[in-house]
C-alpha cells in the first residue's frame, strides 16, 4: 500500500469529499447535506484517506446512543482495488467501539455485490431489504449488521 493518510475530516474538506461523491455514486448527496452533516448533525463524523493534498476516500459514521450507522463511504475509482475500503472501513469500526457503539449497520444496493463481499469480509451479515430504497432506479437496499 502507498503512504496515505487516514484522519478525520473538518468542513475545509467539503470539496475533496464532493468530488469523490460525484465520482462514485449515480445519486450522489449535496453539498448542503455534506455541510448540515459538519455543522448540525451532532452525530456525525466523517474521515478522509488522503494521497499527498488529495482526498481519495472517504467514510461517514453516525453514532447514536450505542449504534453506529454508515452514511457513505466511497474511494474514487481510480484508486479502488487496493483495499482503502477495508482499511478505511475497519479503522471506523475501531474508532466507533472507542466511541462506546456495540454494532454498526449500513445500506448497500442489492446490485452492488463487490462493497457486500468487502463487507462480509469484515463480519457484516444481512439484516433486511429496504424496498425501493434508492430514488434514482427504484433499488432495493440491502440492510447489514456487524456486532462490534
Known sequence: MMNYQLREANIADLDGIMDVEVQSFSLPWSREAFYNEFVKNHFARYFVIVDQEKI???????????????????????????KLGELLLSSIMDYSIQQGAKSMTLEVRVS?????????????FEGGIRKSYYTDNQED???MWVNL
Open 56 to 82: 481519495i476516500g472517504y467514510c461517514g459514521v453516525w453514532l447514536v446512543v450505542d449504534e453506529a450507522h454508515i452514511t457513505n463511504i466511497a474511494i474514487l475509482p481510480e484508486y479502488r482495488g487496493q
Open 112 to 124: 452492488n455485490v463487490i462493497a457486500q463481499s468487502l463487507y462480509k469480509k469484515l463480519g457484516f
Open 141 to 143: 437496499a440491502l440492510v
